[in-house]
């Protein structure tokens, strides 16, 4: 009887358990996200993309550290703004927001679908070509999102310079 008893206490405890984890990483996710609605690391420095923060969660095409370097992006001959050009672009992209947007300079929001965790991208025009840094809001890593982001950018810039070649 008092191996029964305590059987069903541990499975009570069990259950409790199951029940009372999903809760609390929602809650721990959910604060995540509220916490990255703040805009922090973000904007240029000397007219130049500050550097990454030393976490993964962050791509810059000006970096000489391998975990974060990305190309840039080149800008073909004559093209009059580019900067406006690749923000036609992103505005294609699902949970994009531009916070600011001139000749020389674009920042904008990514929202994720699950808990709207947010990530900032920044443009900038320099010489011939645009360069460009990706970073999470929150968190260590992102599980490569920014990186991906990018290079799927890449590839629709070109896209449409091919496009607009033929």
Known sequence: MVHREMLKKIIYGFIVILVLLPIAFAAMFYNLA????????AGLQN???????????????????NEHAIAAFSVPTGMAD???A?????????????????DDYLHVTFSSAIFSFIDDLEIVKDAEQLQVRSVSRVGFSD?????????????????AHLQNQN
């Open 34 to 41: 509220r916490q990255s609605e703040t805009l922090i690391n």
């Open 143 to 159: 599980m490569g999102v920014n990186r991906a982001r990018v290079e799927e950018l890449q590839k629709f810039w070109q896209q």
């Open 47 to 65: 007219g130049l993309l500050q550097a990454c923060p030393d976490r993964p969660s962050c791509v810059n095409s000006l970096s000489a550290i």
């Open 82 to 84: 580019p900067v406006s």
């Open 86 to 102: 690749l923000a036609v672009i992103i505005m294609d992209m699902p949970g994009t927001e531009i916070l600011e947007h001139n």
